[in-house]
């Protein structure tokens, strides 16, 4: 759909500016109005924190019944909750079964095997275009015939109009993975594993690597130490330079580690991109004889191989249960792209959840999205506005696709370590956030008695990330588990309200 944007981009500049907006006044069958449980509070006291910082709403998903509303409609960080508000949007416009597509055009003419000329590539925004996919698409190319290239690759991302991003400017650590911006031509999510391991002579450290990028060169200057296996980063220090081709490893490694591992990302897209495909093509019998570099591709050239996506419905599963942000931000820059015409761009996607919202009928007013995913200083919401929302997507076709994207308590996604051996264990179904000074929980509980109910939490407070929030969440699912209507709550006054702005890394 083609349409122009420039009204709701002004739209969606007020809303997510406006401090101030609040949703609608609790209904009537709120009872709980300003109270906490019992053993939420005494959670609190146990790690010395005010209940200022907490918001929570717990809602029957059968009648709307809402069993709890505590501070519902302050405006909070939500840290990774924020992707649902972007997966339902997706799931809702996309459908399940839509598909990215990468397009490869031959520059050139192909003889005998040979392409006399540049391979060209047409980012199409996949979100999981990762190496066993690669592998499948370069295979696909071998079978059509293709052997060498003699020319280089030439990588169109035109589709993407997004800023370069600057993986430092959110925590100063570049080099994580949860830092990795978007790209139209986005490749295994530009992560590199390592393992290190102590050498048969007791002294150095070997160190593999996976994927192994012809175009990455590593500097070992690790040795051995004595010692149990324990420390930030197991000792280990990084240094590589931005854009360069070049990583240097030092420092000491502790003898009782057997084996470690550490995901990086240490090049640019493109040379990442370049060093895989070249990587799996050797593997694959394949030849190239040039570099890399970006263009912009005629649109009108006829299409050698267009390699499509999994459905959107398996990707939601891989971006909720694990909380990818690179993957939301590809997703995100999509429903701009869909929307609106290309290129997609951050305010097009911020439009279209806006009108999006609107069509559904959603009260999102006080919502501030930038990047979709949640990993921001700058994202707000209400619970009141998340419980909207979960309900929503309850009565929603596609609700299957969406609930079986959340954490199942106890068994996989981000909740798979918590509640393994309580009677909690698959009964809910989650998404989690974290951020420095902030937590956050949304989903679905079902409680002994067979009830669902929705329930979300935000909690922005000093140092909740280090396990207190989640005993406040945990104490919150308990009590959600064992609700019974005729339970008494504890009153508990809001003080010392701490501002939503602290963050962190997630």
Known sequence: MSCQPSRLLQRCAVVCS???????????????????????????????????????????????EVILDFQ???????????????????????????VWHTDVIL??????????????????GDPYLVQETL????????????????????????????????????????????NVGPDALLTNFKVIQFWFEPAENGRDVKISQSPRLPNLTIDNALTVKPGRCRGYQRGIRIDAQPKGDTVRFSGEFPAGCKRYAMGRTLLTHDQYTFG?????WQQLGGDITGGFRQAVTDKEADVFLRWQSRPFGEIIRLINKHSNNVMTRQVFLTLGLER??????????????????????????????DNGSGLSREARMTPRAMTELLRDAWRSPFMPEFIAS??????????????????????A???????????????????ENGRRYIVAVMHNDRNVHRGAGEAVQDAVLRWVYRYKSDEPLLSATPTNVVPAEAGGSQ
């Not at 939500?78 to 799931?91: D, E, H, Q, R, W």
């Not at 800023?163 to 994580?176: G, I, K, T, V």
């Open 18 to 64: 406006a401090a101030g907006l609040l949703l609608l006044a609790v209904p009537s069958s709120a009872t709980s109005l300003g109270e906490l449980p019992k053993q939420v509070t005494r959670t609190l006291e146990r790690f010395d924190l005010q209940p200022g910082g907490l918001s929570v709403r717990v809602e029957s998903v059968d009648t709307g």
């Open 276 to 280: 895989l495909f070249k990587s799996v």
């Open 406 to 427: 959340l954490s199942l308590v106890g068994i996989d996604g981000t909740f798979r370590r918590r509640h393994k051996r309580d009677s909690l264990k698959g009964r």
């Open 340 to 369: 609106f015409e290309a290129p997609a761009t951050v305010e097009k996607a911020r439009a279209a959840i806006i009108r999006w919202a609107d069509e559904q009928g959603l009260l999102l007013d006080g919502l501030a999205i």
């Open 107 to 124: 520059d050139g003419e192909l003889v005998d095997g040979v392409l006399q000329g540049d391979l060209q590539i047409r980012g199409g």
């Open 72 to 98: 519902s409609d302050i405006r909070r960080n939500p840290a990774s909750t924020m992707k649902l508000v972007t997966t339902y949007a997706a799931l809702s416009t996309l459908n399940p079964g839509y």
């Open 135 to 178: 592998w499948q698409m370069l295979s696909e190319l071998r079978r059509r015939g293709l052997q060498k290239i003699d020319g280089d690759l030439v990588f169109d991302k035109s589709l993407f109009a997004v800023p370069d991003n600057d993986p430092a400017a959110f925590d100063s650590e570049p080099l994580r993975a949860y």
């Open 429 to 447: 179904h989650l998404k989690t956030g974290r951020l420095d000074d902030v937590t956050a929980m949304a989903g679905y509980v079902m409680s």
